[in-house]
Nanobody, 125 residues
């Protein structure tokens, strides 16, 4: 499975961006996809996840209400809509895919099997 993330860029505080993640390869083995971010000098941080079957979602507390994760099964793409961005949202954003079928917490990066290359989001004040 390969993951291609895109949509990052430079935006002013209060602005919006939509990230996309398109998996390819043996995509039928993917159960859940997630977004994480990592700022310089900080650990990788959970942002949001979505179960591909059923569409149930999970968000980090600090991002719920501003960020929305969604999927388009026809396009085989997962999106992260980010609104009301602030400079603290500046980070490299990664999409990830999980193949585990039994329940594990989607908030840990260690449960994800495949990772994209990351897309940079920079929010200026």
């Amino acid at each position: 499975v390969q993951l291609q993330a895109s949509g990052g860029g430079l935006v002013q505080a209060g602005g919006s961006l939509r990230l996309s993640c398109a998996p390819s390869g043996r995509t039928f083995i993917i159960n859940r996809m997630g977004w994480f971010r990592q700022a310089p000098g900080k650990e990788r941080e959970f942002v949001a996840s979505i179960k591909l079957s059923g569409g149930s979602t999970d968000y980090a507390d600090s991002m719920e209400g501003r960020f929305t994760i969604s999927r388009d099964n026809a396009k085989n793409t997962v999106y992260l809509q980010m609104n009301n961005l602030n400079p603290e949202d500046t980070a490299l954003y990664y999409c990830a895919a999980m193949t585990t079928t039994y329940y594990v917490t989607p908030r840990s990066p260690h449960v994800y099997n495949y990772w994209g290359q990351g897309t940079q989001v920079t929010v200026s004040s």
